[in-house]
T-cell receptor
Framework: DAGVTQSPTHLIKTRGQQVTLRCSPK?????VSWYQQALGQGPQFIFQ???????QRGNFPDRFSGHQFPNYSSELNVNALLLGDSALYLC?????????FGQGTRLTVV | QKEVEQNSGPLSVPEGAIASLNCTYS??????FFWYRQYSGKSPELIMF????GDKEDGRFTAQLNKASQYVSLLIRDSQPSDSATYLC?????????FGSGTKLNVKP
């Protein structure tokens, strides 16, 4: 049983570019949440997808958008990258309250 | 005021000692509490969850919850160098997790 998988694991982008991160949830999990973790901080909630719709959203600008596919996998898109977007991006899949994290994507914006 | 507050540490304990990690939360209606362990450069790993007041034990780990004081703690008995990591406290409200900034634990051989 595969756990939560994210791709890519590392990414370097230039300021102003766009990036797409991908997540495949744990088998049996129908909810995918995305978090941003800056260095030395706890993960911050970006948004959550359930049944292919954004169920709720944290305090992030519209440059952050996402999608969930019928197989429950999900994408996080960030447009017009800023240096401050450099962080570890975590995908968490959950069934009810039990959330499990993928290994994360380390995004560096230069 | 942050939803979840933790002392950033580092907390240093000798090998074999008990490590005590603490967390407070602001929403009195919170019902579900979680502890995650995060090694440097890795993603958080679920250690324990607790819903009811009192203690919950799992191996060397004990989670303690006091809803009246809005306080959650994690005790690690017989601490090992491999326990050295950042421990994140999380509260589950409104279908999402609120995380503290984590406490860094160093277990010295």
């Amino acid at each position: 049983d595969a756990g939560v998988t994210q791709s890519p694991t590392h990414l370097i982008k230039t300021r102003g570019q766009q990036v797409t991160l991908r997540c495949s949830p744990k088998s049996g999990h129908d909810t995918v949440s995305w978090y941003q973790q800056a260095l030395g901080q706890g993960p911050q909630f970006i948004f959550q997808y359930y049944e292919e719709e954004e169920r709720q959203r944290g305090n992030f600008p519209d440059r952050f958008s996402g999608h969930q596919f019928p197989n429950y996998s999900s994408e996080l898109n960030v447009n017009a990258l800023l240096l401050g977007d450099s962080a570890l991006y975590l995908c968490a899949s959950s069934f009810r309250e039990r959330a499990f994290f993928g290994q994360g994507t380390r995004l560096t914006v230069v | 005021q942050k939803e979840v507050e933790q002392n950033s540490g580092p907390l240093s304990v000798p090998e074999g000692a008990i490590a005590s990690l603490n967390c407070t939360y602001s929403d009195r209606g919170s019902q579900s509490f979680f502890w995650y362990r995060q090694y440097s450069g890795k993603s958080p790993e679920l250690i324990m969850f607790i819903y009811s007041n009192g203690d919950k034990e799992d191996g060397r780990f004990t989670a303690q919850l006091n809803k009246a004081s809005q306080y959650v703690s994690l005790l690690i008995r017989d601490s090992q160098p491999s326990d050295s990591a950042t421990y994140l406290c999380a509260v589950y409200n409104f279908n999402k997790f609120y995380f503290g900034s984590g406490t860094k634990l160093n277990v010295k051989p």
